[in-house]
């Protein structure tokens, strides 16, 4: 339970590379994700330096030294359309906490809906960009921000 609570969003990395072959290892763990009819709607795009420098992050995703995007697919039917991007939500927290057991951090950003961010990442029509992380060794974690007592986000109905 602790690795939930004390994972953070990460604002500056050390220069320090990532194993790429760890980082494949923890995507393919966080594939376990649960997802209806096992269609799997996440794509991952590795970002190198030319992709990165035109979309232009106004922190440069903390200069970390890994930039990954992930894609959610669409779909024809509206609600198929909604279990992907919760499918694909669920497949990235597997891969944060992954990252955060073994020491490394990540940005999560949203700049990827802005349609420069779309045609930089070319990002296929009805497809949602659900993040753009910074992957790294954090420089420094930030404190626990306050979280609403669960209490207060129940609700009993009859």
């Given at each position: 339970m602790e690795i939930i609570k004390e994972r953070r969003n990460i604002k500056q990395f050390t220069n320090q590379p990532v194993d790429m072959q760890q980082v494949m290892t923890w995507l393919d763990?966080?594939?376990?994700?649960?997802?209806?009819?096992?269609?799997?709607?996440?794509?991952?795009?590795?970002?190198g330096p030319e992709t990165r420098a035109k979309l232009n992050h106004k922190a440069n995703f903390g200069d970390a030294p890994l930039v990954l995007a992930v894609l959610s697919k669409g779909a024809n039917v509206a609600v198929d359309q909604e279990?992907?991007?919760?499918?694909?939500?669920?497949?990235?927290?597997?891969?944060?906490?992954?990252?955060?057991?073994?020491?490394?951090?990540?940005?999560w950003a949203s700049i990827g809906s802005t349609p420069v961010a779309r045609e930089t990442l070319e990002v296929p029509e009805g497809y949602s960009v659900v993040g753009i992380f910074g992957v790294g060794y954090p420089m420094n974690v930030p404190s626990s921000k306050p979280r609403t007592p669960i209490v207060d986000k129940i609700k009993h109905l009859q």
């Open positions: 763990a966080a594939g376990f994700a649960p997802n209806h009819r096992m269609v799997q709607p996440w794509e991952v795009l590795v970002i279990e992907n991007l919760i499918a694909t939500s669920c497949f990235v927290q597997n891969f944060l906490l992954l990252a955060w057991q073994n020491g490394v951090g990540t940005r």
